[in-house]
């Protein structure tokens, strides 16, 4: 299944420095690695699991699993019968069993240069077990969830943390979604509990975060679900010092404008409560199956799909893939620029790094604030050796030319890793040659938020690489290439990215829903768990993801359906029918087209333009705001009454040639689209 020899065109190696000291120095290691974690998965993992810490051992074999339907219930239990808490593993493992008490495990960056923390792994455990003693005496007991919406500041890891230990299970929002999107989420996990902060800034703009946080608590209500608890982070607005104590003061910055409403009735101000709280907090101890944490995702059918990932199998997978991906190294300084509300963050800036001791970066604020230096000035400030971006930054960022970059030194840069969507040869080229200056392999990761880690990747030291390919599957991943009838097919081809079998960090189910994670995943090609994903699987081997196949949409590495857009835009009175399309755009990867067809007797002007653009962002949140709606009269529909995307999608790129219409409806709305399309749209 892997190649004999490695290929040696086109492909760029490790430098032999990095060879010398890497936990994966050869392409041989890699595949006899390889292949021991495919035939002897027990002893494969068995090994690695020995580096953690078991309150009891576990019984049988290392995985137990069904993934074909029509067996039976799809499920996956790794390491049945052991007991631990990742809290503790992350924590307490690496103050008393490793004495690495002193060593940083975050050096936290606000949004404005200067304003800047420290924290250990010492300090981290005394704030994470005073905030899980808080959570108790809230009432937060093992298995309940809690919603945690909050800006990147070090509370957000304290607070996901905190759950961890007490055996809680965190549902964390990305803080740039809406109140609806906040709400949506709140209900679907049933929380008992929010957390949030006052606000932050973005750059240059403030955002209020708990007039949201507000909103989405009262649509909650208002849907039946009443949640009387909101423990609010005063991040921006000044508190007198006694409520402040020692714990980290906050941000520089003032911010005169900040309105923070308070119902005292919910509202706890995080700093009061841990006045006097106990620095010391057992760990509950919690079975390798229970679960862990609820992420949200966009799905298909419009309404997002809570990942339940679990105890042991994620936090082995998130240990082992961070230490062999990245090549961890007790010296590193790793920076992860993604945010904690996605999985990336989770995974790549709390789970995996703490598993290994590691010392990170926590960056609150943007790419180009306040200029487009800023990531190198933080590579040099910390001394950054491994940096793991998007190929959406990488675009962004390529715009403003070498200039910005070449200002800073990066001597410091070992590795650099991409994830989120393909990245295309120019990104690829600019970051390996002007960030890395020729001396830093890429890892293009691919993964998702179900697979809880990276299951495509090369390994920085063994893999000779290809620029836009995620080259081989990492340990015990088994991936495939399926043809429509689901069909395997063999050396290079095309077609559906498959897995034949579990790896330890796989999702669970669906929170509250199995039938829909079956469906989802398992019903389309019974045996496999598919992606969603197209991928070319080339002679020598490598693996090259085409993006996805089916109604989801990739925007700066974020997936959205085109169904959750479109419901946000039928919800506007003025608008009957709407479809929407991803167009291709030079930094986000892909922005979104949306054709709309109007109720009787509306006309299309900018301000309802305008307005259904804000309806969109208000629903879902700023990531999904639309570049373009264009008026539709008629929509291409088959005659069963199928709206033909093919057709729009090539509309919108103003690309004439259409290819097989024979199933169109009415073709005279091609016609029509074509000329109404939007102006600004070149
Ligand atoms: C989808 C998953 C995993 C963290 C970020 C996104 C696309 C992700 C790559 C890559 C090509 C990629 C896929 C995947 N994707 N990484 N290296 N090369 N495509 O998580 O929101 O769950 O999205 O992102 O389409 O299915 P997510």
């Not at 074509?674 to 070149?682: D, E, G, K, L, M």
Request: contains cysteine; aromatic residues 10%; proline residues 6%.
């Amino acid at each position: 299944m892997l190649p004999d020899k490695a290929p040696d065109e086109d492909v760029f190696c490790g430098s032999a420095d990095l060879k010398r000291d890497a936990h994966v120095a050869s392409f041989e290691k890699y595949k006899e690695l390889y292949m021991k974690s495919i035939e002897t998965p027990d002893e494969f993992w068995g090994d690695i699991a020995k580096d953690f810490f078991w309150k009891t051992k576990h019984s049988g074999q290392f995985l137990d699993y069904n993934f074909d339907v029509t067996k039976g219930k799809i499920f996956v239990k790794c390491m049945e019968g052991a007991t631990t808490n990742i809290c503790y593993n992350l924590l307490d493992r690496n103050v008393h069993d490793r004495k690495l008490g002193d060593r940083v495990a975050f050096f936290w960056e606000g949004n404005d240069p200067g304003d800047d923390l420290t924290v250990t792994y010492r300090e981290l455990l005394q704030r994470v077990c005073q905030f899980a003693n808080v959570l108790k005496s809230q009432g937060v007991k093992k298995g309940d969830r809690v919603s945690i919406y909050m800006p990147m500041v070090l509370e957000l890891v304290v607070a996901m943390l905190a759950c961890v230990r007490i055996g809680a299970v965190h549902s964390i929002v990305f803080a740039g979604f809406s109140a609806e999107s906040l709400c949506e989420r709140i209900l679907d996990s049933d929380c008992s509990l929010l957390v949030t902060a006052d606000g932050f800034y973005r750059g240059d703009k403030l955002i209020n975060l708990k007039l949201l946080a507000d909103e989405a608590l009262q649509k909650c209500r208002d849907k039946g679900l009443l949640i009387n608890r909101c423990i609010v982070l005063k991040h921006l607005s000044k508190e007198p010092e006694e409520i402040l104590g020692s714990q980290s003061p906050p941000t520089k910055r003032s911010c005169p404008d900040l309105q923070v409403p308070w119902n005292p009735d919910v509202d706890l101000c995080w700093h009061a409560l841990l006045r006097g709280a106990s620095d010391e907090c057992e760990p509950e101890w919690c079975e390798s199956e229970d679960p862990l944490f609820i992420l949200y995702t966009s799905g298909s059918t419009g309404k997002p799909k809570g990942v339940l990932h679990t105890v042991s199998g994620y936090m082995l997978y998130t240990a082992t893939t961070f230490k062999l991906v990245f090549d961890h190294q007790p010296d590193d300084v790793y920076w992860c620029t993604a945010d904690i509300g996605w999985i990336t963050g989770h995974s790549y800036i709390t789970y995996g790094p703490l598993a290994n001791g590691a010392t990170s970066v926590l960056f609150e604020g943007l790419p180009t604030f306040p200029n487009e230096s800023r990531m190198w000035e933080i590579v040099d400030k910390y001394r950054v050796t491994k940096l793991y971006t998007a190929p959406t930054a990488i675009r962004l960022l390529m715009k403003f030319g070498s200039e910005p970059v070449k200002k800073y030194k990066r001597e410091s840069l070992k590795i650099l890793g991409t994830v989120g969507e393909p990245i295309n040869p120019e990104a690829w080229q600019w970051y390996y040659n002007v960030v890395g200056d020729k001396r830093c392999p890429i890892v293009d990761t691919f993964w998702q938020t179900e697979t809880g880690g990276h299951v495509l990747t090369p390994l920085p030291a063994a893999t000779p690489l290809k620029p836009g390919s995620a080259t081989f599957p990492f340990f015990g991943v088994v991936p495939a290439i399926l043809n429509e009838s689901g069909e395997e097919l063999e050396g290079p081809s095309e077609g559906y990215l498959v897995f034949k079998q579990p790896w330890p960090g796989v999702m669970r189910t669906v929170y509250g829903n199995q039938p829909r994670f079956e469906t989802i995943y398992f019903k389309k090609f019974p045996g496999y768990y598919v992606t969603g994903d197209g991928c070319r699987r080339d002679k020598d081997g490598y693996y090259w993801i085409t993006g996805r196949i089916d109604d989801m949409l990739n925007v700066s590495g974020h997936l959205l359906s085109t169904a959750e857009v479109e419901s946000a835009l039928v919800e506007h009175k003025a608008v009957a029918e709407a479809a929407v399309v991803g167009r291709p755009h030079p930094v986000k990867g892909e922005s979104l087209y949306c054709f709309v067809s109007l109720t009787n007797g509306v006309t299309f002007t900018c301000t309802l333009e305008a307005e259904l653009k804000k309806q969109v962002r208000e629903k879902i949140g700023a990531i999904a705001t639309p570049d373009y709606i264009q008026n539709a009269p008629g929509l291409p529909k088959t005659r069963s009454g199928k709206i033909m995307r093919r057709l729009l999608r090539k509309i919108a790129c103003n690309e004439h040639d259409l290819g097989d219409i024979s199933t169109l409806a009415d073709s005279s709305v091609v016609q029509q689209l074509f000329q109404n399309r939007c102006s600004t749209a070149v």
